[in-house]
């Protein structure tokens, strides 16, 4: 098997992105061979336990509070509503549940110990149990651990110099934090980012770059591609070609190769034929539901039709990293400490996001 390398540079990742296709796809799948059943795919269930009414300015995200976008906001979810979900989530595939919170960051209080007892409910399903919550210190992540959470989702979402055209109340050096913060306790990382935001091929791979050098490297890794929601500010982004997303997943398989990459949103503007050269490529998980957060996602039926047609199977739970132990039946160490961490807000002014919310404060006036 091949060493895994930290030491990646981005000339080096720009490389292997822009090799003759049929290159870097042979190079893509040896290596996915070597390390994963290349049969086989996880799938995976996100649920929004909190939407809409976020904070943030995220310029891709419908969630955000300032942008006018027509989805429906919900606050957070019963204990009762989530193990449904998940139960009806396990009973169509699903080895894997990733909750997500429209929050700039993880608050303790009642809230946050609801979402514990979430984690808590889908642990005892025999299910892997990703949260996605903002930015956490790391007590709340130690907390979140010994509740029994498997992997804890947290983006980069692109490189650190595109960030600050993407989003301008959180920094990138916050989201690396919170990645070191989840390091230090037993939950795997997953982190990942999006294509086709009007980013260049260089930061992608400096997104890359920032993923690859994490010693280790994050457990998972989703590739998403925008789903340019009206009323964002990235409304008007054309959507990604199929081969932009088949070199970003072979580039991360490439540069990464134990990890589970994740073809995540952007799916229902891919033909089955182009998910195909995304898993020869190295994907191995995709997301489950007509909804992906607040966008939207193959029907179920449509994805087992493809694993059908693919001679694809799904993964079970814990196949690439055994359960985090937990200390759960046990009385907490980590109590509630109430922290008030100074995440920064660098505040810069980015046009488009401004503009969006210009024409959502106009269309409210209306
Ligand atoms: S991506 Fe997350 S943090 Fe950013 S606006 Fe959307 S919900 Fe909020």
Redesign the pocket.
Known sequence: MSETRHNWTKEEILDIYNKPLMDLLYEAATLHREYHDPNTVQVSTLLSIKT?G?????G??????RYHTDIDGNDLMSVQQVKAQALRAKASGSSRVCM?????NVKDGPEFDQVLEMVRTINKLDMEVCC?L?MVTENQAKRLAEAGLYAYNHNLDTSEEYYKEV?S??GYEDRLQTIQNVRKTNVTVCSGGIIGMGETVADRAGMLVALATLDPQPESVPINALVAVDGTPMEDQQPVEIWEMIRMVATTRIVMPKTQVRLSAGRTQMSSEGQAMCFFAGANSIFAGDKL?TTPNPDVNEDMKMFNQLGLKTQKAFVKAPQPETIEAQDSNFAALGEKPKWTRPGHKIERNENAKLKSNLVAED
Do not use: F, K, V
């Open positions: 809409g976020c904070p943030e300015d995220c891709y995200c419908p969630q955000a509070a997500g919170a429209a929050w700039r996605t903002g989003i109340t959180r957060l």
